[in-house]
């Protein structure tokens, strides 16, 4: 069988992404439009109608901003924590109740036929949580805000064979540029966001044959570029001596349009 991901957006504007099959697909996280989403998957062939769920991994804009609209115009339930909806109906009071769906941390849980497990990572939201989904023999790990890799988070990474982490600043573009330093602290700190070379030195660390595809996700607009995420990697991997061989695959998301469509085949 195949299951297909595809970022729709991916950054501090906004993120969405696309995980299904021929018979199912969820959403994680609907930070951009529900008109930029329903447009999006229509691109890619594929009807909103069609969509199971959306699951929620914090309340930051950058992850709820279509939330509202998808559920009273196409009621689609959403998934989250009991913590985190609480600090998301804070911030969108319209979503439609019937809409709501809890969800625990940590405790495998079905959608759209898929094994789900959410864990929580540190980050400066009420609660923030990772998504790990099992198809078949495959595992699906999405990590995009977060200020460090804990105890807790680092087993569903290491476990993905598909892996969509964030890379989203270059440690010295940020202390160069224009943020106040507040910002500055708070991108860096352990509940902020990973950087180029945190995300690398993990990666070199887990690099294994079981890693088909890294997604470096949720680049900063302000302190990154696609080149630079992808050559702190390089770097990083062959200090380790790590010689690429074409696998895994890496990509780098896109921050205001889809990605390439990656497929991946399960048992
Ligand atoms: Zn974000
Ligand atoms: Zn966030």
Redesign the pocket.
């Known amino acids: 069988m195949e299951l297909n991901f595809c970022s729709l957006s991916s950054g501090?504007s906004g993120?969405c992404y696309y995980l299904g099959n021929e018979h199912h697909s969820i959403l994680i996280d609907a930070?951009i439009s529900a008109t930029a989403i329903r447009k999006f998957l229509q691109k890619l062939g594929i009807s909103i109608q069609s969509v199971n769920g959306i699951l929620v991994t914090h309340n930051?804009t950058?992850?709820i901003r279509g939330l509202e609209v998808l559920t009273r115009r196409n009621h689609i339930p959403v998934f989250t924590t009991s913590n985190i909806w609480k600090s998301v109906l804070a911030r969108q009071k319209n979503i439609s109740a019937d809409c709501i769906r809890n969800i625990p941390l940590q405790q495998p849980f079905q959608l759209a036929g898929f094994d789900i497990e959410v864990f929580p990572v540190h980050h400066d939201a009420p609660e923030t949580i990772g998504i790990h989904v099992v198809a078949g023999d495959k595992k699906i790990t999405v990590a995009?805000?977060l200020g460090h890799i804990c105890d807790t988070a680092a087993p569903y990474i290491k476990a993905a064979n598909l892996l969509v982490i964030e890379s989203n600043y270059d440690e010295q573009m940020l202390i160069d540029g224009k943020y106040p330093y507040f910002l500055k602290t708070r991108i860096q700190s352990d509940h902020g966001h990973l950087g180029n070379l945190q995300t690398s030195a993990f990666l070199a660390e887990i690099w294994n044959d079981e890693l088909e595809h890294i997604c470096l996700a949720?680049l900063s607009k302000n302190n990154n570029t696609p080149e630079m995420a992808l050559s702190a990697l390089s770097r990083t991997i062959a200090e380790q001596g790590i010689i690429p061989n074409g696998r895994p695959v890496i990509s780098v998301l896109k921050r205001h349009e889809p990605g390439e469509m990656i497929r991946l085949s399960h048992l």
Do not use: E, K, M, Y
């Open positions: 501090s993120n930070g930051h950058d992850h995009t805000d949720h």
